[in-house]
């Protein structure tokens, strides 16, 4: 069961029917632009001015590079740093430079670590991401002495996936199901979805987890299936991650 939004879902439903497995479509989240789009703008005309560009996620560096390319810029001489190495291919992909990535595990903590965040004293950082989320990075980075601004480059609301695709499954009795999920705001739509109803068979189906943050965020809502953590939330990662899973329970069979 793949999770991902519909427009991203594509890489890792293929990598998975390479290998035989059957994808179940389910997106629980759907990126649409920011509300507040003249913000953005406003922003995005300042972009030379800052030292550090800073994308949190793939939907960050997609969502983002489109608003630079749209503002008619291109990559200024700021530095860029990423979250993540799907983020980091997201923006090479597009013929940008990447200075910075976070070692595993892949988070702002991970990303705060790395020297060249440490020494920030005076530098105008520019953080692209979605309306909301987390204020760790910022508090840190302007504790450091940094002046921090977000670039707010799109929005994330539930998608309408039907939780009969679900049901079907488990009315079946099957086993081989596994849901994979890779961010925490994902999980809790997908909970919102089900219902309370069939909260006992999803807490009862696998889970590949994009990081400990989301797998840890799935054990604190009660799941008593496995719980699978992969390195990130890059397709590759999840992927072997879901087949070691296979292959332990054909083992344990």
């Known amino acids: 069961m793949v999770t991902r939004p519909a427009r991203q ?3 890792i439903t293929r990598k998975i029917e390479q290998h ?5 479509r389910f997106p629980v989240i759907e990126i649409l632009p920011p509300k507040d789009r003249h913000r953005l703008q406003s922003v995005l005309r ?5 030292d550090w ?3 949190i996620s793939a939907n960050a560096a997609a969502m983002g590079l489109r608003a630079v390319e749209a503002a008619h810029h291109t990559q200024p001489r700021a530095k860029v740093a990423t979250i993540g190495g799907s983020t980091a291919r997201e923006l090479q992909a597009r013929g940008w430079r990447v200075d910075v990535t976070a070692k595993p595990p892949f988070t702002s903590e991970a990303l705060l670590r790395e020297p060249a965040l440490r020494r920030v004293r005076r530098q105008r950082i520019l953080i692209f991401r979605g309306e909301g989320g987390r204020e ?3 508090q840190t980075l302007v504790e450091r002495g940094a002046q921090v601004e977000y670039a707010e480059c799109y929005r994330r609301t539930p998608a309408p996936s039907d939780p009969e695709l679900l049901r ?5 009795g099957r086993d081989d199901v596994a849901i994979m999920l ?3 705001e994902g999980l809790n739509n997908l909970i919102q979805i089900v219902g309370p109803g069939d909260a006992d068979c999803l807490y009862r189906t696998p889970v590949v987890a994009a990081g400990e943050r989301v797998a840890s965020a799935a054990r604190e809502q009660g799941w008593r299936a496995t719980v699978i953590t992969a390195d990130d939330a890059g397709d590759d990662a999840m992927l072997a991650s879901l ?3 296979r292959v332990g329970a054909e083992t344990s069979d």
């Open 9 to 11: 879902a594509e890489g």
């Open 20 to 24: 035989a497995g059957r994808v179940i």
């Open 46 to 50: 300042r972009l030379p001015r800052f």
């Open 53 to 55: 560009l800073v994308f």
């Open 136 to 138: 760790l990075l910022c």
């Open 168 to 172: 079907s499954a488990w009315s079946r």
């Open 182 to 184: 890779t961010s925490v």
């Open 243 to 245: 087949r070691a899973w």
